[in-house]
């Protein structure tokens, strides 16, 4: 009975936060300033009549609860809406995922490689000048904004040294890519490496790694099999739980490099108030989320046996 109430509580949490969390996106969004409707006649300022027609066609002469309770029952028909000009916010999305699921994936790729490469050398070189170096490197980055640097880093490689393209995904994978997700992933990075780092420390000093050593074992087998397979779980459910982030985080560094995908479209409909785009897109990404969570969680209990103990318990 347990881990089935454990599972219910989980996905009854999980329901709450995306019904919470959508309804305020959805109020803060038609809470802009400013009237769509009126703005899409541009100069020429449409007639009451049409205000009112499009007003009537997108819901919003009626009460915020109720267009929200209607947005929800669209989304459980796989409809994520329409933007003003008539397009559904759903094919628009789907064109523009695979450059935000590849810029995510790379800059994911990225953290995996140098972030526990980062961590295990200075776990391994613990107090030295390299070490430290580390330490400070990552606290700094830390400290700086993801679009200072963006736009730091896309001046110095792609306007001066040339390197990367300055803009857009014409150039294809991994031309293109390569400098935004570095961007990304350098602020993943540091928790990656940092964490790994505090993990292999705590493990090089427990006892099974000493009794390993006492036993004759290489440093390199102690290490490869011992210790990184224990000391790499905390790391692991990190990674996992920031590959939603990712996906979430290509917003700004979208609209920096320009590259058309789904953060570029969130930006560009913020822009120009189109409400059901940012709703929309905001959505999805809130889904994202929360099934990367769920997947955690499941991760964790496969990798840490200590999980499957005590929820089977």
Excluded at 80 to 108: K, Y
Excluded at 165 to 194: C, D, E, H, K, N
Excluded at 220 to 245: C, E, F, K, Q, W
């Amino acid at each position: 009975m347990r881990p089935t109430l454990t599972v219910g509580r989980r996905i009854g949490g999980l329901v709450v936060v995306f019904l919470g969390v959508t309804f305020l996106i959805y109020a803060m969004t038609f809470a802009l300033p400013g009237d769509p409707i009126k703005a899409l006649g541009g100069d020429r300022p449409l007639s009451d009549s049409v205000v009112r027609a499009l007003r009537a066609e997108y819901h919003l002469d009626q009460p915020l609860w109720l267009q929200y309770l209607q947005y929800l029952g669209g989304l459980f028909r796989g409809d994520f809406g329409t933007d003003f000009s008539g397009q559904s916010v759903g094919e628009q999305m789907a064109s523009r995922w695979p450059v935000t699921v590849t810029l995510a994936l790379t800059a994911w790729a990225i953290e995996i490689v140098l972030g526990i490469g980062l961590g295990v050398v200075s776990a391994l070189r613990r107090g030295t000048l390299l070490d430290k170096s580390v330490l400070v490197g990552t606290i700094v980055v830390g400290a700086v904004p993801v679009f200072v640097l963006g736009v730091a880093l896309q001046l110095v490689f792609s306007v001066r040294l040339h390197w990367f393209p300055v803009a857009g995904a014409t150039a294809g994978w991994p031309t293109a890519y390569l400098l935004p997700a570095f961007v990304i992933a350098l602020f993943g990075l540091a928790a990656v490496s940092r964490l790994t780092r505090t993990s292999m420390i705590e493990t090089l000093d427990a006892d099974f790694v000493r009794t390993a050593r006492a036993k004759g074992l290489t440093p390199g087998r102690i290490v490869g099999v011992h210790v990184m397979r224990n000391s790499l779980i905390p790391t692991a459910t990190y990674l996992a739980t920031d590959l939603g982030y990712l996906m979430g985080g290509t917003v700004i560094v979208e609209g920096i490099f320009n590259l058309p995908g789904v953060g570029n479209l969130l930006f560009q409909g913020i822009r120009s108030h189109e409400g059901a785009v940012v709703v929309g897109i905001s959505t999805a990404l809130i889904l994202v989320f929360l099934v990367t969570s769920v997947l955690v969680d499941l991760l964790h209990a496969a990798l840490d046996p200590r999980v499957r103990t005590g929820a089977s318990a």
